[in-house]
Structure formats: C-alpha cells, structure tokens
C-alpha cells in the first residue's frame, strides 16, 4: 500500500455499507461452488455480504456488503491497519473479481499495460464526500493513484435502479492503481455513511428468498451494534395501489380455488382484494393491493403489485402475441403531482430511465371506474419496460405517502419472480366515468387513502 493510515475516529456505532458491482460472468468467482466461496470470505473478515440475482438487460450482478463500523481487521502486511469488516471484505471481493480480468490495452506482453475495473454504486448523499468542492478531492485521488476515476450519472447500469439517486463510480487503470483507488475511496465512504444506509440493511436481512443470495454470519458481540434502531409503529403508513383490471383477466389473478391470489398474499404480506361486486357485466374490476409499512422496509404493496402486474394488464398490438402490454393504475388526485413534476420534470425523467409510455389520464377521460378524486397512470411498453415504469411509479408515490418527495426514492434491488405468462386481453376497453364516486364499494379500499399526501393542485382534463 502506498498508505498506512488509522483513519477512523468515530464511536464504531454506525454501519458501513458497500455496493460493488461484479460483472455476472464473474460471479462464481466469489461465490464458489455451493457457496463455499463466499462463506469463506464471511468466515474471514466477519462482514456480512449479499449477491443480487441478475436483472434484465444487466451484465453485473449488485454484491452488497456490511458490517459494524468497529475496526477489528488488519489489512497490510505491516499489521498496523485497522479496518472495518465491510471494508475489508469489499478489497477481498474485488480481488477475486479481478483475477483474470486484466485486458491488454496497448499491445501485449507488457504487464504494466494491462488494466482492470471496479465499478460501485453510491448513493448522491455521499458522492459529494469522493468529488470535493470543485472537484479537489476526485482529482487529487486521480493524481494519487495515477488511475481513471469518474463519477457516472446517467446511462446507468438497470440495478443502479435499486436507488433512483445512485451514481456510479468507476476506477480503471493498472490492478495496483485500481486497488490504491479503491482502499482510498472505501476509506472516504467509510467517514461519510449515507443516511439511507439502514435501509440497504433492513433490505437485505428481509431478502432471503428470491431474488438475492444472502450470506450472514452468526450474531456475536461484535455485532452488537449492528440491529436497527428501534421504531415508532405510529411511523408505518398505509400504502395502497389499485390496478383497472380486465374482467377477463380476474381468473388468472386469482387462481384455481383462490391459489394464485392466497400465493400473493402470503408470500408478499400484503392485501389483495378484487372489486367485482359493482362491475357485474362490464369489463373491468378493480384490483386492490394494500399494507402498513414502514419506509425503509421493503414494501409489501409494491412486491404483490409487480407479481400482480402481468395478469392485470392487456395485451397491445395488431399481433396478441407482441410482448407489449398496457397496465392501468388509479391514483389519488391529490398524488398525481409527485409523479408529473415542476413542467413534466419527473415523468419526462421516469419514460426516459424506463423507455416506456407513461400516460396520466385525468377528468372526464379516466374509465368510468375510477372515483372522483382518482385520475389514472397508463404504461405502455415491452414487459421489462412496463416493470421498470411501475416500479417507478410505485416508488414515488410511496415515497410521497411518507412526506420522502425531496429525499431519496428507493427501489428494490431486484424485481421478484413475475410469470412470463401473463393471461391479458389483446385490446384495451374502458368506459369514460360518468361521476361515479363507488361509496359503496366494500373491497377495503382505504376510503382516505390518500390522506397522508401533501396536498397538490388538482389538474383537470389534462393527459401528461
């Protein structure tokens, strides 16, 4: 190391989070046959460390890594280094990633010429602590190391997705360089944690089923410090989506004798309720999905609804086969503002992260259905594309029911298994609503579910 340094004085209470990205073909690489890998790096440094599954269209896999922030490892062959657990798991994680990877960039037989990566996902709380005023402290790492390193904001990998704020630093250069890069750069995110990082934890500690390979080692007392904090029950809000569903389609959302729906319910916790009673004879319903729940957990509502999503939507095209669909949401007119924006800002931003039409349908032309106070969210796209533009719907409006609009907006950090096999119409139908205000409705619709908004203008006969 060209450094040795005790850099941490703070009192070990809080956590340290890492996100590093491991390209996919690389990912048995850290996590071995059986897991015998990635045990081993457990057992080693005592951090805890998670593998997300692969995304759609993404050739990296997100490995989370966490611990105390109490030093109790020696790095360096000195023994005068002191590191935190995390810390020093994500320098044994890019170690094994690396292995291999060097790529000649000028010719070959020079050893020297040969580069490598690492790429991490950081939160914006915290880039500012790796740039510096000016661009001072970034510039100073770069003549330190003598490696590339930027800060990436846009064209993000899809799994920067699990936080709609993440930027992406990327170090190249010589694998030395690359490591002296990455020791310096673990140390500054290590001084300055983000104040989202309990939620990265509460998400991985709930995540043990599809969707991410959890590695934890047992709790001892050096991991005292490491629960989250105690909470508030009057913290957790209610959180409601309503999807418009085909009448056609209510057979595949429920099930065989109510299989699939009671499936959704117990495995995501939330409530799944279908609003038949009042649409006999027409052709579409009401899907309700609801839970209390607390902001930095994972939401129940928003895992049923992307599980949900396929069976609930229509099939568009001339061809019933295209792989297009449309999902229809209803919202509070209160809400609709978080997902518009000051000049179509947001919405403008959600269909180009999420290369899906996204539609707000208000007044006399949201279906008949809809209640007076609700307006409706359409999104058009290929499969993957109408996921993303849900999720990111979902997000920001969760994000709103907590008062969160000017924070962070969190998403998952994967998307739970969603049939490919949807059972949708191929051609959407919907009546304008005719001042219908359903009060007599009895599919526990929260009838003030949106009564935790800030209240926002109330836009009228106007399609975004």
């Known amino acids: 190391m060209a450094h040795t340094r005790n850099i941490y004085d703070n009192d070990g209470s809080e956590d340290t989070v890492y996100r590093y990205l ?59 280094e002191f590191v935190c657990p995390a ?17 000649d960039s000028d010719g070959y037989g020079d050893e020297k010429k040969h580069t490598v990566a690492a790429r991490l996902l950081v939160p914006s709380d915290q880039i500012g602590c790796l740039i510096g005023k000016g661009g001072q402290v970034i510039q100073k790492l ?22 709609s704020n993440d930027e992406l630093l990327q170090i ?17 995110l290590y001084d300055n944690p983000s104040r989202f990082q309990y939620y990265f934890l509460s998400s991985s500690s709930g995540l043990q089923q599809s969707g991410g390979m959890l590695m934890s080692p047992p709790l001892t007392n050096s991991h005292k410090n490491y629960s989250a904090p105690s909470r508030d029950v009057a913290d957790a809000r209610e959180f409601s989506i309503c999807f418009i569903c085909p009448a056609e389609n209510v057979g595949g959302v429920i099930g065989k004798g109510g299989s699939f729906i009671n499936q959704i319910r117990q495995e995501s916790g939330a409530v799944v309720k279908v609003n038949t009673s009042e649409t006999d004879g027409d052709d579409e319903c009401i899907i309700f999905i609801s839970s209390k729940e607390f902001f930095e957990d994972q939401s129940p509502t928003v895992n049923a609804a992307l599980r949900l999503q396929t069976r609930c939507s229509e099939k568009v095209g001339k061809d019933s086969t295209d792989s297009a669909i449309s999902t229809r ?78 924070g962070l907006v969190l998403l998952p950090t994967f998307f ?20 219908n205000s359903h009060g007599s409705v009895e599919i526990g619709r929260n009838e003030d579910y949106g009564n935790q908004m800030n209240s926002n203008s109330h836009r009228r006969n106007h399609v975004y």
């Not at 994680?93 to 291999?100: I, S, T």
Request: charge should be negative; hydrophobic fraction near 40%.
């Open 329 to 406: 949401v209803l919202v509070p007119s209160s809400r609709v503002g978080c997902l518009i924006g000051k000049g179509g800002a947001i919405i403008s931003e959600m269909r180009s992260v999420t290369k899906a039409n996204i539609r707000i349908v208000q007044g006399e032309d949201v279906p008949q259905i809809a209640r007076e106070d609700e307006e409706m969210v359409q999104i058009t796209g290929s499969l993957d594309a109408a996921i993303k533009a849900l999720t990111q719907v979902m997000l920001r409006l969760r994000a709103n029911v907590f008062d969160m609009d000017r």
């Open 142 to 163: 770069r003549e330190e190391t003598n490696a590339q390193i930027r800060v990436i904001n846009d064209n993000l990998p899809v799994c920067a997705l699990a936080l």
């Open 22 to 80: 491991c390209p996919a073909r690389k990912a048995g690489s850290i996590i071995g046959k059986g897991g015998e890998i990635a045990k081993q790096i457990r057992s080693e440094t005592k951090a805890n460390m998670r593998i997300n599954e692969v995304l759609p269209g993404c050739e990296e896999r997100v490995v989370i890594i966490y611990s105390t922030s109490d030093e109790t490892n020696v790095v360096g062959d000195d023994d005068e």
């Open 172 to 188: 190249i250069g010589e694998p030395l360089a690359v490591r002296e890069a990455l020791y310096q750069v673990a140390s500054l």
């Open 87 to 103: 810390f020093d798991a994500l320098l044994k994680v890019h170690d094994m990633v690396v292995v291999g990877e060097e790529v």
């Open 416 to 435: 739970p298994y969603i049939s490919q096999a949807s059972e949708t119409s191929s051609k959407p139908k919907q009546r304008k609503r005719e001042n």
